[in-house]
């Protein structure tokens, strides 16, 4: 039997992410100033193909994002952090194929996040609301062979690297970046689920969390005026 394209309504309902250390919020412009006081660090640019260190770019940045939210083919994202209420990073699901029932992550965190479990429980609600809210069959990451750091942390957490596309896209500074393609298949989404919500908690409990304090279940809602 042949299977139908997926009915996601164009755009994506907006859809607010909680969970126990981050809340994914749909992006809007009114986000702009809280991204630009962390994206001016040169480390979170480094392998990635946008640099949204200027005012105008991250500004042209979001506009596009936005944009291609309202075309369906996008679901953007802000990561704050519910200890301090301050916004941390951006993640979004991109490349939307309804037809293949598929997507694209791609994420940015400030560095000052880096190894706090603020990445894994993006993954994790991102991935859950993919999966299990969307239906999706495939989930992909793209990443610079050089990211090191990206690399390892989607190797941990169980998606498959399935090749490497040879000097794929030219970088700003006119480096032959050759991009390493992983993904996450539904059949698999279990498996990695479990291996997120490990590595969550054995993040966060070398930060001094109980295990009662991570009990709390996550939780989804639809953004208002959605």
Same mark, same amino acid.
């Given at each position: ?5 997926? $009915? ?21 412009? %009114? ?18 193909? #946008? ?34 209420? *301050? ?21 940015? /965190? ?33 990443? $610079?062979? +050089?990211?090191? *750091? ?9 998606? %498959? ?6 000097? $794929?896209?030219?970088?700003? $500074? %006119? ?7 992983? #993904? ?12 997120? *919500?490990? *590595? /969550? ?6 930060? %001094?969390?109980?295990? +009662? ?14």
């Amino acid at each position: 039997m042949a299977l139908l394209a997926a $009915d996601w309504p164009v755009p994506l309902a907006p859809v607010l992410l909680q969970g126990k250390i981050v809340r994914l919020e749909p992006l809007s412009p %009114g986000h702009e100033m809280e991204l630009l006081t962390i994206a001016s660090d040169r480390q979170i640019w480094r392998y990635l193909t #946008s640099d949204c260190r200027s005012h105008a770019a991250l500004r042209a940045n979001l506009a596009a994002s936005l944009r291609d939210h309202l075309g369906g083919s996008a679901l953007p994202f802000v990561i704050r952090a519910v200890s301090r209420e *301050r916004v941390i990073g951006m993640t979004r699901l991109k490349n939307v194929s309804r037809e293949h029932q598929k997507a694209l992550v791609g994420s940015w /965190l400030a560095p000052s996040a880096w190894g706090s479990g603020a990445n894994t429980e993006s993954k994790l609600l991102l991935l859950e609301f993919a999966f299990e809210s969307l239906h999706c069959r495939r989930i992909e990451f793209h990443t $610079d062979k +050089r990211n090191l *750091r990206s690399r390892a942390a989607l190797t941990k957490m169980g998606a %498959g690297q399935e090749g490497i596309l040879r000097s $794929d896209q030219i970088t700003r $500074d %006119g480096h032959r970046r050759d991009t390493v393609v992983f #993904s996450v298949i539904d059949s698999e989404w279990l498996h990695v689920k479990e291996k997120l *919500r490990a *590595r /969550l908690e054995a993040q966060l409990t070398s930060q %001094g969390w109980t295990p +009662r304090s991570l009990s709390s279940r996550r939780s989804e809602k639809t953004f208002p005026g959605s």
